[in-house]
């Protein structure tokens, strides 16, 4: 199993709501990471999880509030979340070691976040 | 200037030609990966490469550490090769630090 399993696919959340995205994985992978992606734009980096402790935080705004209960799932808590919020959220997972141990990254397919 | 340099950004071939696209990269890394992204928005890492060159199918990735320079191939190109390919040198163990993608469009 080389999945990443993202949920939902599409969200559409008012900015008064609170809603989560959620990641699961099933590799054995200790790191996991949320990326935001707008249209036509690379991926941008917002949280990195190693071994359920939270590693980076690339200053992002407290309305994202991430969490890592167990080895094999992360959310992304959303809440007073603003229309430019509105993008691709991406989790991803590989084995937290530098490169010389196979250190590929896997990505899910995404959660398509629309916020009214 | 941008940490990672990626060209060309756009890319229109025939079915059948060979592709390149290039990736230059500043920053101090300890691999570098290629990565595929479909429309529908999923990405798949094709390559991660820390030295010389790695081939898959008819893909090929080739990294020159020293001039900080990598390059993806490929070969007998298919419509369904169309996407977009982002260069992502790992700093340390867990940073990506992307390129803006090149948007390949495979003509039949």
């Known amino acids: 199993d080389t999945e990443v399993t993202q949920t939902p696919k599409h969200l559409v959340m008012g900015m008064t709501n609170k809603k989560s995205l959620k990641c699961e994985q099933h590799?054995?992978?200790?790191?996991m990471y949320w990326y935001k992606q707008k249209a036509k734009k690379p991926p941008e980096l917002m949280f990195v999880?190693?071994?359920?402790?939270?590693?980076i935080n690339e200053s992002v705004p407290s309305r994202f509030s991430p969490e890592c209960p167990n080895s094999s799932l992360l959310n992304l808590h959303l809440h007073a979340l603003q229309p430019e919020d509105s993008a691709l959220y991406l989790c991803?997972?590989?084995?937290?070691?530098?490169?010389?141990?196979?250190?590929?990254?896997?990505f899910g397919e995404g959660s398509w976040l629309t916020v009214v | 200037k941008n940490e990672v340099e990626q060209s060309p950004q756009n890319l229109t071939a025939q079915e059948g030609e060979f592709i390149t696209i290039n990736c230059s990269y500043s920053?101090?890394?300890?691999?570098l990966h290629w990565l595929q992204q479909h429309p529908g928005g999923g990405i798949v890492s094709l390559f991660m490469l820390s030295s010389g060159k790695k081939k898959h199918g008819r893909l090929i990735a080739t990294i020159n550490i020293q001039e900080k320079h990598s390059s993806l191939h490929i070969t007998a190109s298919h419509p369904r090769d169309s996407a977009v390919y982002i260069c992502a040198p790992r700093e340390g163990a867990q940073k990506l630090v992307f390129g803006q993608g090149t948007r390949l469009t495979i003509n039949p």
């Open positions: 999880y190693s071994y359920e402790k939270l590693s």
């Open positions: 920053v101090g890394i300890s691999a």
């Open positions: 590799m054995g992978h200790r790191a």
């Open positions: 991803a997972s590989s084995h937290p070691a530098a490169v010389g141990s196979g250190n590929t990254i896997y």
